[in-house]
């Protein structure tokens, strides 16, 4: 609606862009309470983009926060990694992170922090910017990747000793970034699972 707002001079399309924004926005929250729905809701009353700057600003209060971690609960994730450089825990708006992201450039690796399914689970993998833009799979905005790809720990029955599969996506450069444009965790959550073994 935002960038419908600024861009868009055709008021019927700019009605239709708000009519299915909020038909998306109520198929998100399918069991909102009666004034979740009515908060939800008075995206409707914006008319233009700065007002729907000041609507998104205004749920900023109802924001559900990653909980916060320490260091001795990150270092314990990555036991293997004897120098682990972890980012400052203090300084990060918890907010506005969905999954914890940082990179450690002189071995280009990227340490990923989820909860999944009420546990912490950390992944480590190989980070290669590649200097191209594309689609992240965790958040699906296009813009500067990386390829982030880890070794699954998920092994086939009649699997090999040295048997071992990587799986590799395009994921946002900037982590931060990311954080903030991800709806949805189905993907981030997938590739979890299928790095760190489980199956659906």
Known sequence: MQQAYGTVFDPKVVEAVKYSTQLAIFEAFPDATEQQKLLLGAIATAGTAQEIGAY????????????????????????????????DLAAIDYRYVTYLGWTDIATNKLFLVYRLDGQ???????????????????????????LFSAITKFRPANAS??????????????????????????????????VVGHRH
Do not use: W
């Not at 689970?121 to 990386?146: D, M, P, Q």
């Not at 590799?168 to 970034?177: K, L, P, Q």
């Open 56 to 87: 998104l600003l205004s749920l900023e209060p109802y924001l559900a926060e990653f909980a916060p971690v320490t260091d001795n609960q990150v270092k314990k994730l990555f036991p293997k990694v004897k120098k682990l450089k972890v980012p």
């Open 120 to 146: 912490l689970v950390g992944i480590e993998g190989n980070y290669n910017l590649v200097n191209k833009k594309s689609i992240c799979f965790l958040c699906n905005r296009h813009g500067e990747v990386a």
């Open 161 to 194: 000793p040295d048997y071992y599969k990587a799986i590799g996506n395009y994921m946002c450069a900037d982590s931060a970034a990311c954080n903030k444009n991800i709806t949805d965790v189905a993907a981030l959550e997938k590739f979890i699972h299928d």
